[in-house]
């Protein structure tokens, strides 16, 4: 039984907490320990619960409480060599890392996990896909355009967690500097609301329940604009469709 919420997902922090039966772990530790403490707590959950962390990426915004984090609860952080070039001196304990290789399937207490690399600009980024008795939850965030890998690895999921970062129109008019703006629209940067929906489409299957749209810009977006694209493109089709926010965690979801 696969349960999760995204606790925050945004510039100024992310992580995501998944429960597959007597394991619980993390995706991402971008919020101070204090805060995660809270944003757990107030989905029905501990940060005592948490047996390993996922890393996709070395910003700041996904790894800033994670030092911290691993002074009160040392458990093993999955990432790969990439992202540990940046991170390391956040693990003092080294028998805690466990390496990942891009394209890497393996196991860990019963949850079946596949990375699969992205194109943002990090060093070795990866999202992740998490696998319990078929049923499948896969994330797709900070990851620069919909590629054939990552809508191969997403099709077949009754979960997923997506980004739309920016409206085109609004980035361009809106007050980021011109370099800021090229850089979140390439091919490194992050998903816009048309590519969202363009990713969305090609993941749409019979299985898929639940769509959770994250890492929504505050402002360059506007929430009203997603719930517009994705009600279209999932109009008719029983599929919860749930906006996860930067300042409160999602619901504890349940993909069973």
């Known amino acids: 039984m696969l349960?999760?919420?995204?606790?925050?997902?945004?510039?100024?922090?992310?992580?995501?907490?998944?429960?597959a039966g007597r394991i619980s772990v993390l995706v991402d530790c971008g919020f101070s320990y204090p805060n995660l403490k809270q944003?757990?707590?107030?989905?029905?959950?501990?940060?005592?619960?948490?047996?390993?962390?996922?890393?996709?990426?070395?910003?700041?915004?996904?790894?800033?409480?994670?030092?911290?984090?691993?002074?009160?609860?040392?458990?093993?952080?999955?990432?790969?060599r990439g992202t540990y070039e940046v991170v390391a001196e956040m693990i003092?304990?080294?028998?805690?890392?466990?390496?990942?290789?891009?394209?890497?399937?393996?196991?860990?207490?019963?949850?079946?996990?596949?990375?699969?690399?992205?194109?943002?600009?990090?060093?070795?980024?990866?999202?992740?896909?998490?696998?319990?008795?078929?049923?499948?939850?896969?994330?797709?965030?900070?990851?620069g355009y919909p590629t054939k890998l990552?809508?191969?690895?997403?099709?077949?999921?009754?979960?997923?967690?997506?980004?739309?970062?920016?409206?085109?129109?609004m980035l361009m008019i809106g007050p980021y500097p011109f370099q800021v703006k090229q850089r979140i629209k390439s091919n490194y940067?992050?998903?816009?609301?048309?590519?969202?929906?363009?990713?969305?489409m090609n993941v749409l299957d019979d299985g898929l329940r639940i769509v959770v749209i994250g890492h929504i810009s505050e402002n360059n977006n506007h929430v009203e604009k997603i719930r517009d694209i994705v009600s279209k493109i999932l109009l008719n089709k029983d599929i919860e469709i749930c906006i996860s926010t930067q300042n409160?965690?999602?619901?504890?979801l349940n993909l069973s």
């Not at 962390?53 to 990432?79: M, N, S, Y």
């Not at 079946?112 to 797709?140: I, M, R, W």
């Not at 409160?248 to 504890?252: H, N």
């Open 150 to 169: 990552m809508i191969s690895k997403l099709r077949g999921c009754r979960g997923i967690v997506v980004e739309s970062n920016y409206c085109p129109d």
């Open 92 to 143: 003092e304990h080294k028998d805690l890392i466990e390496f990942v290789k891009p394209g890497e399937r393996f196991s860990f207490g019963g949850l079946n996990v596949c990375s699969y690399s992205v194109t943002h600009d990090a060093n070795e980024p990866v999202n992740y896909v998490f696998e319990q008795n078929g049923c499948k939850l896969g994330f797709a965030t900070d990851c």
């Open 248 to 252: 409160s965690p999602t619901p504890l």
């Open 189 to 200: 940067g992050h998903l816009s609301n048309i590519q969202m929906a363009e990713l969305l």
């Open 3 to 19: 349960k999760f919420s995204v606790l925050g997902s945004g510039s100024s922090g992310n992580a995501s907490f998944i429960e």
């Open 39 to 80: 944003r757990l707590e107030s989905v029905g959950r501990s940060v005592k619960e948490i047996d390993a962390i996922f890393l996709t990426h070395e910003h700041a915004d996904h790894i800033r409480g994670l030092k911290r984090f691993l002074q009160f609860h040392p458990v093993p952080v999955f990432l790969t």
